[in-house]
């Protein structure tokens, strides 16, 4: 019976704290296509360094800690991130603004609500799994727990792969055909090579990408010592071969060079003005499941249900990676902006003429920002 009463309990716990999450989604979905600005942006970066701030400490009050530790640690790690690209921020507006242009001439890009929707199903599944982890003894438990973390990163990476190659595949087209040589259905054969044959760049790529993020901080960070290996990595794992490959249907580890080689070319100014967009997506993410923490802990309140601290990381963890595939068509976007632009440029100008200008500028005066002279 006790064990029923906690099952029962758990289940209610789950299922709001996802529907709180899946509603989130939808709302930033919302307010990042037709409410964004610079000063919401900049609104979002703070908003979200004193809410992890805020949680951190309230953990402490409570004398958790652990959880206290960690999400402290979190908050300073967002205030040197923002600090690194504070130069970006107005840029990414920039970016969002051309990004939402692009979207209302392309209908085809609803295609994410049924990324939302398996991804809150996965959501509800891993939910279930975390759950089932209290049955086992610690040891089993820890070993449990790590193969759930890493299943629901990667499975998240994977969702998250497909729909930045389709919403990539689909810019491209756009970007370079005119309006009447449309295929009938623009969104088929990208769907189509993302789930067949660039299935295989896809997984590759969410197992490295990550990593490349990080490399990318340190080249932002200029750790000279590093740069000859930080290069190296870059020009093997390159978050611009995904969207490369499955623009001109190559494998992704013939397209990561091709791309590196096109940016010692062009230079890697634009490539990292546009690179730093992606970084403030992810904070916007943050941001998300942060107010999906506050709407749930609201619920929790309203519906008289008991709160567990250890509830905390879970939810916000969870949150983000269903926010974060949502909007997954974004980075997309942005992504194969570069690519495209770096191949042929005219076309931007033609979309965007000040958008072009500053990529153009910054190509331009900081191309040799990654040589080793």
Same mark, same amino acid.
């Given at each position: 019976?006790?064990?029923?009463?906690?099952?029962?309990?758990?289940?209610?716990?789950?299922?709001?704290?996802?529907?709180?999450?899946?509603?989130?989604?939808? %709302?930033?979905?919302?307010?990042?296509?037709?409410?964004?600005?610079?000063?919401?942006? %900049?609104?979002?970066?703070?908003?979200?360094?004193?809410? /992890?701030?805020?949680?951190?400490?309230?953990?402490?009050?409570?004398?958790?800690?652990?959880?206290?530790?960690?999400?402290?640690?979190?908050?300073?790690?967002?205030?040197?991130?923002?600090?690194?690209?504070?130069?970006?921020?107005?840029?990414?507006?920039?970016?969002?603004?051309?990004?939402?242009?692009?979207?209302?001439?392309?209908?085809?890009?609803?295609?994410?609500?049924?990324?939302?929707?398996?991804?809150?199903?996965?959501?509800?599944?891993?939910?279930?799994?975390?759950?089932?982890?209290?049955?086992?003894?610690?040891?089993?438990?820890?070993?449990?727990?790590?193969?759930?973390?890493?299943?629901?990163?990667?499975?998240?990476?994977?969702?998250?792969?497909?729909?930045?190659?389709?919403?990539?595949?689909?810019?491209?087209?756009?970007?370079?055909? *005119?309006?009447?040589?449309? *295929?009938?259905?623009?969104?088929?054969?990208?769907?189509?090579? /993302?789930?067949?044959?660039?299935?295989?760049?896809?997984?590759?790529?969410?197992?490295?990408?990550?990593?490349?993020?990080?490399?990318?901080?340190?080249?932002?960070?200029?750790?000279?010592?590093?740069?000859?290996?930080?290069?190296?990595?870059?020009?093997?794992?390159?978050?611009?071969? %995904?969207?490369?490959?499955?623009?001109?249907?190559?494998?992704?580890?013939?397209? /990561?060079?091709?791309?590196?080689?096109?940016?010692?070319?062009?230079?890697?100014?634009?490539?990292?003005?546009?690179?730093?967009?992606?970084?403030?997506?992810?904070?916007?993410?943050?941001?998300?499941?942060? /107010?999906?923490?506050?709407?749930?802990?609201?619920?929790?309140?309203?519906?008289?249900?008991?709160?567990?601290?250890?509830?905390?990381? *879970?939810?916000?963890?969870?949150?983000?990676?269903?926010?974060?595939?949502?909007?997954?068509?974004?980075?997309?976007?942005?992504?194969?902006?570069?690519?495209?632009?770096?191949?042929?440029?005219?076309?931007?100008?033609?979309?965007?003429?000040?958008?072009?200008?500053?990529?153009?500028?910054?190509?331009?005066?900081?191309?040799?920002?990654?040589?080793?002279?």
């Amino acid at each position: 019976l006790n064990a029923e009463s906690f099952f029962y309990k758990a289940t209610i716990n789950i299922l709001i704290w996802c529907i709180c999450s899946l509603l989130i989604t939808i %709302l930033f979905q919302l307010i990042i296509r037709y409410f964004y600005n610079f000063f919401f942006i %900049l609104f979002i970066l703070l908003v979200t360094v004193a809410s /992890a701030f805020a949680i951190s400490i309230l953990s402490f009050i409570n004398e958790n800690y652990f959880y206290g530790s960690i999400i402290g640690f979190f908050a300073i790690g967002l205030i040197v991130y923002i600090f690194i690209f504070r130069k970006n921020i107005r840029f990414f507006s920039d970016t969002l603004a051309l990004i939402s242009k692009i979207m209302k001439s392309i209908p085809s890009f609803s295609f994410t609500l049924p990324i939302i929707f398996i991804m809150f199903l996965w959501l509800i599944l891993w939910s279930f799994m975390l759950l089932s982890l209290f049955f086992f003894s610690k040891a089993e438990q820890l070993i449990f727990l790590i193969f759930l973390i890493f299943s629901i990163c990667y499975t998240a990476q994977v969702v998250k792969g497909i729909c930045h190659s389709v919403a990539a595949c689909i810019f491209a087209t756009w970007y370079h055909l *005119p309006d009447d040589e449309w *295929p009938s259905d623009i969104m088929a054969w990208p769907r189509k090579r /993302a789930l067949t044959e660039n299935f295989g760049s896809i997984c590759v790529s969410s197992i490295l990408t990550p990593f490349s993020h990080l490399v990318l901080v340190l080249h932002f960070l200029n750790i000279s010592v590093l740069k000859n290996l930080l290069n190296w990595i870059l020009e093997h794992t390159n978050r611009y071969a %995904l969207a490369y490959s499955v623009i001109h249907g190559c494998s992704y580890h013939d397209a /990561a060079p091709k791309v590196w080689n096109s940016f010692h070319q062009r230079g890697f100014g634009a490539f990292l003005k546009q690179d730093s967009n992606h970084l403030l997506i992810t904070l916007v993410a943050f941001f998300a499941s942060i /107010a999906c923490f506050g709407l749930t802990r609201l619920a929790f309140v309203i519906f008289n249900l008991n709160w567990n601290p250890n509830l905390i990381l *879970p939810i916000l963890f969870s949150s983000y990676t269903l926010i974060s595939a949502a909007i997954e068509i974004y980075d997309g976007i942005s992504t194969a902006i570069i690519v495209c632009f770096f191949e042929y440029p005219v076309r931007l100008a033609d979309i965007s003429a000040e958008y072009y200008r500053i990529l153009a500028e910054h190509a331009e005066n900081t191309s040799d920002l990654f040589s080793d002279n």
